[in-house]
T-cell receptor, first 117, second 111 residues
Framework: GAVVSQHPSRVICKSGTSVKIECRSLDFQATTMFWYRQFPKQSLMLMATSNEGSKATYEQGVEKDKFLINHASLTLSTLTVTSAHPEDSSFYIC?????????????FGSGTRLTVV | SQQGEEDPQALSIQEGENATMNCSYKTSINNLQWYRQNSGRGLVHLILIRSNEREKHSGRLRVTLDTSKKSSSLLITASRAADTASYFCATDVQGAQKLVFGQGTRLTINP
């Protein structure tokens, strides 16, 4: 089946620094990838949708200059949290939408727990 | 953006009982999916029901979909302690190519 690898699983960074999270589709091509954020005891909130080779589409209220998304290839999307602050501490989850005859549908990574100190 | 509501927000039952969770949504959909999430962990895909389906079964899971009411329900029969988790519905929004999650139900199964 389809597998999405997300790395790192946990990261602690100092306030003001930037953190990059990677999301890779391991055995299928994903023309579209999604980034979600989840605060404790809350649901997953869609942050942005990225299509390979084009600019990401951000949901209302999500700062595109703070959450930089790059989808440079059909198997890799990255989310960079720039100038991180403690309020950015959250669980970030990516999802990849598979294309092709097998139609994998939406496959989720295992998430990244970001703690900003 | 959130698609809709789930109720109850929290549910606590005894092992062996059935658990029912409901989900309502706002837009037209291609399909609706249910996921489980254990505390602090990733998502586990449980079941997908297409917009032209009304009911689907998978093991101890039964999902219904009423597109006229824009609602779905997830029934877990003969619950087990290992079913303790948060359950989310997610709608594949028609025309938008994105999956939007409901607010979730925290299910606790007491041994």
């Amino acid at each position: 089946g389809a597998v999405v690898s997300q790395h790192p699983s946990r990261v602690i960074c100092k306030s003001g620094t930037s953190v990059k999270i990677e999301c890779r589709s391991l055995d299928f091509q994903a023309t579209t990838m999604f980034w979600y954020r989840q605060f404790p005891k809350q649901s997953l909130m869609l942050m942005a949708t990225s299509n390979e080779g084009s600019k990401a589409t951000y949901e209302q209220g999500v700062e595109k200059d703070k959450f930089l998304i790059n989808h440079a290839s059909l198997t890799l999307s990255t989310l960079t949290v720039t100038s991180a602050h403690p309020e950015d501490s959250s669980f970030y989850i990516c999802s990849a939408l598979g294309q092709g005859p097998l139609n994998y549908g939406y496959t989720f990574g295992s998430g990244t727990r970001l703690t900003v100190v | 953006s959130q698609q809709g509501e789930e109720d109850p927000q929290a549910l606590s039952i005894q092992e062996g009982e059935n658990a029912t969770m409901n989900c309502s949504y706002k837009t037209s959909i291609n399909n609706l999916q249910w996921y489980r999430q254990n505390s602090g962990r990733g998502l586990v895909h449980l079941i997908l029901i297409r917009s032209n389906e009304r009911e689907k079964h998978s093991g101890r899971l039964r999902v219904t979909l009423d597109t006229s009411k824009k609602s779905s329900s997830l029934l877990i029969t003969a619950s087990r302690a290992a079913d303790t988790a948060s359950y989310f519905c997610a709608t594949d929004v028609q025309g938008a190519q994105k999956l939007v999650f409901g607010q979730g139900t925290r299910l606790t199964i007491n041994p």
